[in-house]
């Protein structure tokens, strides 16, 4: 939602005034985020017993070069003060890098302290909807309210080559985890006006239920081609603490490139 909230921010005054029906915009944009996660799976032991967990932290700049597949796409309905909006991301990426935190040998009695370099893979879709209303429009700007909800499944994979004096776990193997989260939202959006065709975009949103807590931010510049036509250059957030025993936290952070179009 951040994103048709933000890129498709409210319209002028002069053109909310003026709308007496029914508008819509369609945002496609692309957004290059760096990801920072700390994951947890589950580790069969090597000579049996219960299971162990390994943590680790992939760095947030390996991910760039090993997109495999981007889907992403805003869009927004307005009626005067009344909005509706959504943003859908589906990503697909691979590293070669990772940090593994820590081994937690079985019944969590053994923690030996590791680094090294192995290959994690990460898919999600995130998908966001809700309302708004326009509390305040003038020649200086737009402010609006918005309530919703987001959801996000996240799918991570690692896969590890050990090598040393370990007698617990395999030196060579695979995990995988998912988690499903859905999350109530509430949160701000608008523009800042700087006078002919520039404007300041920007959105916040905070909200738990299936996290402990999440909370996304957006903020940039942006340029009106015409009434109908828009470009925006920002940047984006969106964190998560989950709770979870699978993924403990997770954050997309990183430039956006979009091009919105209104009817």
């Not at 997109?67 to 909005?83: C, H, K, P, Q, S």
């Not at 680094?115 to 209303?133: D, L, R, V």
């Not at 695979?174 to 608008?190: C, F, M, P, Q, Y």
Request: glycine share 14%; hydrophobic share 40%; with cysteine.
């Amino acid at each position: 939602m951040a994103l048709a909230c933000a890129l498709a921010s409210p319209a002028s005054a002069a053109d909310a005034q003026a709308d007496t029906g029914w508008s819509w915009s369609v945002t496609p944009y692309v957004w290059l985020p760096s990801i920072n996660g700390t994951f947890n799976y589950a580790v069969p032991p090597q000579n049996g017993g219960s299971n162990g967990s390994v943590s680790a932290s992939s760095g947030p700049n390996n991910y760039l070069s090993n997109l495999n597949f981007a889907a992403m796409l805003a869009g927004e309905a307005r009626r005067d003060r009344l909005t509706f909006v959504g943003d859908f991301i589906n990503l697909n990426l691979s590293d070669n890098k990772a940090k593994l935190r820590n081994f937690n040998g079985p019944g969590g009695i053994v923690v030996i302290p590791v680094t090294f370099a192995a290959q994690t893979h990460i898919s999600g879709t995130i998908a966001e909807g809700g309302a708004g209303w326009t509390l305040s429009r003038g020649s200086a700007g737009n402010l609006d309210v918005l309530l919703g909800v987001r959801y996000a499944g996240v799918t991570s994979s690692l896969a590890w080559q050990i090598t040393g004096p370990f007698n617990i776990f395999n030196p060579n193997g695979s995990v995988s985890s998912k988690v499903n989260l859905t999350d109530a939202i509430g949160g701000v959006r608008g523009r800042l006006n700087l006078g002919g065709h520039w404007y300041l975009p920007y959105y916040l949103d905070g909200g738990a239920g299936g996290s402990q807590f999440t909370w996304q931010g957006v903020g940039g510049f942006a340029y009106a081609l015409n009434k109908n036509t828009s470009l925006q250059v920002v940047h984006r957030t969106l964190h998560y603490t989950t709770g979870s025993s699978a993924l403990q936290n997770i954050s997309f952070s990183g430039p956006a490139l979009a091009a919105t179009f209104r009817f």
